[in-house]
């Protein structure tokens, strides 16, 4: 009995081990999202949810996180490899110099990619209109196809949601779910970022929410 006491507890210590190093991981990317037209708490999460959803499809580990709108950064996940931040913005207002430029957004990427983005909800709610669709799954598409840029690059897609215009094939596939990066983009996102990172030990892995 004594032996099989000693056995038991060595389990219950692996097991704990297991939980912990489980506990420890964070996501390979993390996406963060700066509302700075006023997109009320319900309307704010699902749009973070639809994001997160529609990149995780091409096997990336990610987490999109609304953060708090002040002169403080987002805090970033400790062990996340890359970060990537994506503005809401209500209008496209000027130009940005030296930015890739879209109607419903735009990013500042090259060839390697690159780290920030911006959607401007007014021509997003237009589009969304014009398709019969709900702002925020045009909003999330609109914000996943600009970290598309951030990770892949500034370059475009002949389909699917790198295309540089969609058409009315397409936003029938958002009403379905079912509009993806190219099986190859795919792929190449899921090869860089489709791994949990090891957080180090002890490291505070929590982020700011929305305002």
């Known amino acids: ?3 099989r006491g000693c056995v038991f507890l060595l389990l219950l210590l692996t097991l704990a081990g297991n939980a912990n190093t489980a506990s420890a991981q964070t ?3 993390q996406v963060q999202v700066y509302d700075y037209t006023g997109l009320n708490p319900a309307a704010l999460r699902e749009f973070v949810a639809r994001t997160q959803e529609i990149l995780s499809a091409s096997g990336i580990s990610l987490e999109v996180d609304a953060c708090a709108r002040s002169g403080a950064p987002c805090e970033s996940h400790s062990g996340s490899s890359r970060q990537v931040l994506i503005r809401v913005v209500a209008d496209t207002g000027k130009i940005m110099k030296n930015a890739r430029w879209e109607k419903l957004g735009m990013s500042i990427a090259d060839h390697d990619g690159g780290t920030y983005g911006t959607v401007f909800l007014k021509p997003v709610e237009e589009k969304a209109s014009d398709a019969n669709l709900p702002r925020i799954v045009v909003l999330a598409y609109a ?6 840029h951030l990770l892949l690059g500034e370059a475009h897609s002949p389909q699917g949601l790198m295309k540089a215009t969609w058409s009315a094939n397409d936003f029938v596939a958002m009403s379905q779910n079912d509009l993806h990066f190219s099986p190859e983009q795919a ?4 090869s860089r970022y489709g791994t949990p990172r090891q957080a180090e030990a002890g490291a505070d892995t929590s982020v700011a929410v929305s305002h």
């Open 187 to 190: 792929r190449e996102l899921s």
């Open 1 to 3: 009995m004594k032996n």
């Open 27 to 29: 996501s390979a990317l």
């Open 143 to 148: 914000a996943a196809h600009e970290v598309g």
